[in-house]
Every structure is written in structure tokens, then in C-alpha cells.
């Protein structure tokens, strides 16, 4: 897929990585639309990508999905989705609070699908990118929910993959640890010890060759190679 002049709706462009890749969208010449909850950071991203904002919580489904009508007709189409958002929380299993294990699920896992599922009728002959994470192949000590709600993404992308392949392409992107300061939006918790952060701009580069190459359906991190697009 060629990016110069693609229309594509980024959501969760006011987080680091949804900026990131809304930015380098704007540059390869697409057309966008964002949204995110920050209403602020949205009006300033916005205004620099010359792109139609929403400002939109994931949670709300039915929202999601009104707002994703409009971008389509804001754009006159979509034929690119990209889905960037979500929230951690840390601590053992055992001691999780119930209330922050849905608001995990409701953000990571039913507002990532929610979004998409109101996306693919529009995205005949597109793609679709949603950012998981690396744990849904590698759960964490001190992040089971967390590493099951993304673990639960990603299944539910695999299905959606095989049931739209004539119609959609579906990217999972599975990156690891990154330097974009996640942890400290956490719901609660303090993070566990985690490896050396991967620039983000890794991910922005490797998501760009993703929608780029029309084969690729998944950005995954490699012990041997690293971040790999496949």
C-alpha cells in the first residue's frame, strides 16, 4: 500500500505512540483524523497535522463507533485504521481489585475491538493496526491482568484476521517494554522490573513498513532479530 494520500484514522493519537505514528502518517502524505481523550493535546495535534480531532474514550463502545462514522466522512473514506490505545496496572494477581481489572478489559481488550469492529465495514481493501503487546506471548509476574487482556486482543484480532482475510488486512503489533513513560499512567500499581526500553520510534518505523508491505500481518519483538515485521 502505497501511504501518499491514504486516509487514515489514528486513535489514541494524543498517547506517545498514537502521536508518533499519527505524525509519520502526516509526513508519507496521508490524509488523517485523530481522536483521544486529552482534549487539550488533541486540539494541538490536530491543529499540527491539519486533521479533524474526536475526542474519544474507547470505553464508551457506542461512542466509538459513532466516532468512527464521522471520520470516515470527514475523510471521505478510511483506508487506514490504526488503534493505539491502552492502560496497565500492576501488582500480583491475588491482590488485583476487581474495579481496575474491568476498567483493564474495557480499555485494552472491548474498547481496542470495539473500535475496529465499527471499522471493518468501511475497510474493505485496507488494514487495520492495533497495538497489543509483547505480553500476550510473554504474560509478566506482576502484570496477569494486564498480560490478559492484551493476550485477549490479540486472539480476538487472529479470529478477525482469518474471517475478514479476503476483504482486510488485520496488523497485531506486539512491541516490548518502550520509553514512552506508560507506567506512569497506570491504573495502580507500581511496575515490576522490566528490561531496557525500545525507542518508540522503532515501533512508529516498523508500523509504517507494516501498513507499506501488503503481506505483513503482525509486528512482533524477536530475541534474535528484534522488532520484526512480518
Known amino acids: ?9 489514528v486513535v489514541g493519537a494524543t498517547g506517545a505512540l498514537g502521536g508518533g505514528i499519527a505524525r509519520a502518517l ?4 496521508a490524509s488523517l483524523a485523530v481522536t483521544g481523550r486529552d482534549a487539550d493535546r ?12 474526536f475526542v474519544l474514550d474507547v470505553v464508551d463502545v457506542e461512542r466509538a463507533a459513532a466516532t468512527v462514522r ?8 478510511l483506508d487506514v485504521l490504526v488503534v493505539a490505545t491502552g492502560v496497565p496496572a500492576f501488582g500480583p494477581a491475588v491482590d488485583a481489585d476487581p ?5 483493564l478489559f474495557a480499555v485494552n481488550t472491548l474498547g481496542a475491538t470495539g473500535v475496529v469492529r465499527a471499522a471493518l465495514p468501511h475497510l474493505d481493501g485496507g488494514v487495520a493496526v492495533v497495538l497489543s503487546a509483547i505480553l500476550a506471548d ?11 487482556a492484551k493476550a485477549a486482543l490479540s ?27 506508560l507506567a506512569s499512567h497506570a491504573l495502580a500499581g507500581e511496575p515490576p522490573r522490566l528490561p531496557e526500553p525500545l525507542p518508540a ?7 509504517l513498513r507494516a501498513i507499506g508491505d501488503d503481506k505483513a500481518t503482525e509486528v512482533a519483538w524477536d530475541r534474535r532479530d528484534g522488532l520484526v515485521v512480518r
Do not use: C, F, K, N
Open 1 to 9: 500500500m502505497e501511504l501518499t494520500d491514504v486516509r487514515a484514522l
Open 26 to 29: 502526516h509526513e508519507a502524505g
Open 42 to 53: 488533541l486540539a494541538a495535534i490536530g491543529e499540527e497535522l491539519d486533521a479533524p480531532t
Open 70 to 77: 464521522q471520520a470516515v466522512d470527514a475523510l471521505g473514506g
Open 99 to 103: 474495579v481496575v481489572v474491568e476498567e
Open 138 to 148: 510473554a504474560p509478566t509476574a506482576g502484570m496477569a491482568d494486564y498480560s490478559a
Open 155 to 181: 486472539a480476538w484480532l487472529t479470529v478477525a484476521r482469518r474471517e475478514h482475510r479476503r476483504s482486510t488486512r488485520i496488523v497485531d503489533v506486539r512491541p516490548p517494554h518502550l520509553d514512552t513513560d
Open 201 to 207: 520510534t522503532d515501533v512508529v518505523d516498523a508500523v
